[in-house]
């Protein structure tokens, strides 16, 4: 059968019926669509001479990785399935593969690139786990170690579509979106001299948190899956699922809406194509007659909105409760919190982002994890609504960015409190929706999803 149901349920002492697609046309559905992005996008890239999804994966077993936080991370969430002996095999094998590839790279003359032996050993995992385990170790096994392969894919597809991003849009919106950050107190130009006061020590920790943004998912992810071993029961919902749809959903904005941001575009980093050198001492002046500007190859239009403000909202709210609702301990909270504050201070910081991506991200981080959270609960009205509402305002945001950007700017007070107020209220229905009130509690559990 292609689907499960209706099977009925029981939440609240109440019976309901749920339409959900069986476990295995799930797998069936993620196993025929994932070879077939990265084979598209691997022609895609071959045609135009940058390095494909395939090749870069090829380089993680063979040559030198492009990352190193990636294969450990995805290492790490496949590690969640194991039990501690199993976990110290891998890590030791992981460790003494990379050492090993590293001599033999150093000896070539290579550079210092750590990466090999967790991808390595995240495969071998999958085989052992597929041929050699039965019952409970092998799902377990299986189910952490799919979280690990598609942390590691979704980055060899994001690579490929920050380059699709620029053959699709030759000419960038920078101009309409400085406007709007009139109306919001230039927060991009006030964090950059701010970083230049502080020094390049606060820099430095800054910069790790924005480009190590897997660790901490990991982390949250680890804390949340901690019992899934002793107890081989997985949650309904957890931080990876929301940070997988986040990535296959925001990106395709930047095609939509493309935008460099103000190092680029307002910048020394945009060299011919910056509209002057104004970041981040001097504001730019309003613009009477904003339009799309020409930046060919120079950078990725992957602004629009802030996908690093959405991972980091997602890690920021998976700190603050666990999959049954019970609080988290203080250090992750207080870990999420920073994360989320240092992720914030960065994109502004170091000119990635304007504040308007921040809010256009903030915002579609709370649609997305209101359509995942607590599967148990079902299309209620507040989670239609939630969902619902949410796309409106994005979509609302972004054409008001694209077509009222002069207007806000000359208004910026009123439009200002327009644009912050719409975030604040749809944040306020979020927490009042989610966690103002206990979850739902289903004594029936659903059949597990596939993240």
């Not at 590293?102 to 999958?126: C, D, F, H, M, Y």
């Not at 999420?336 to 990635?352: K, P, R, V």
Request: net charge neutral; aromatic share 10%; proline share 8%.
């Amino acid at each position: 059968m292609l689907l499960d149901g209706p099977r009925p349920e029981t939440v609240g002492g109440a019976r309901r019926t749920s339409w959900l697609p069986s476990r295995r046309l799930q797998l069936t559905a993620l196993l025929t669509a994932v070879p077939v992005l990265l084979i598209a996008l691997q022609i895609v890239a071959a045609r135009n001479d940058f390095l494909g999804p395939l090749e870069s994966l090829w380089a993680d077993y063979t040559g030198t990785p492009k990352s190193v936080t990636v294969p450990w991370a995805g290492l790490g969430l496949a590690l969640i399935g194991l039990n501690w002996r199993r976990r110290f095999i891998a890590v030791g094998a992981a460790a003494g593969i990379d050492l090993v590839y590293q001599v033999v790279r150093t000896l070539s003359g290579g550079p210092l690139a750590l990466g090999n032996g967790p991808v390595i050993v995240l495969t071998a995992i999958v085989l052992i786990a597929n041929f050699g385990w039965e019952g409970t170790d092998k799902r377990n096994a299986l189910h952490a170690a799919a979280l690990g392969i598609l942390l590691t894919l979704s980055s060899k597809v994001a690579e490929v579509w920050l380059m699709v991003t620029m053959m699709a849009g030759p000419k960038v919106l920078d101009e309409h979106v400085v406007l709007v950050d009139h109306a919001l107190g230039n927060p991009s130009w006030i964090m950059g001299q701010v970083l230049e006061f502080l020094g390049p020590i606060a820099s430095f920790v800054l910069h790790w948190v924005y480009i190590e943004l897997p660790v901490g998912a990991m982390i949250v992810t680890i804390w949340q899956l901690r019992g899934v071993v002793t107890t081989g029961k997985w949650p309904g919902h957890y931080l990876v699922r929301t940070f997988l749809v986040v990535g296959l959903i925001g990106p395709l904005f930047y095609v939509i809406f493309p935008v460099v941001g103000p190092i680029f575009a307002y910048g020394a980093d945009g060299k011919g194509f910056a509209l002057g050198d104004y970041w981040p001492n001097v504001v730019p002046p309003i613009d009477l007659h904003p339009g799309a500007l020409p930046f060919g190859n120079l950078a990725p239009r992957n602004c629009m909105p802030s996908l690093h403000t959405a991972w980091a909202l997602t890690i920021f709210i998976h700190s603050r409760r666990d999959a049954d609702g019970a609080p988290a301990p203080t250090w992750l909270r207080w870990g999420g919190t920073f994360w989320l504050i240092a992720t914030l201070s960065a994109t502004l910081g170091f000119g990635y982002h304007y504040g308007a991506d921040l809010v256009a991200g903030a915002v579609l981080c709370l649609a997305i994890e209101s359509a995942l959270r607590e599967p148990e609960r079902g299309w209620d009205r507040a989670r239609v609504q939630l969902v619902a509402g949410g796309a409106a305002l994005v979509a609302l945001l972004l054409l008001g960015y694209r077509y009222l950007s002069l207007e806000i700017a000359q208004n910026p007070v009123p439009a200002g409190v327009v644009i912050l107020g719409l975030l604040a209220g749809y944040v306020t229905l979020f927490y009042r929706t989610w966690f103002a009130t206990e979850p739902a509690v289903n004594p029936l559990p659903l059949n597990p999803v596939v993240p």
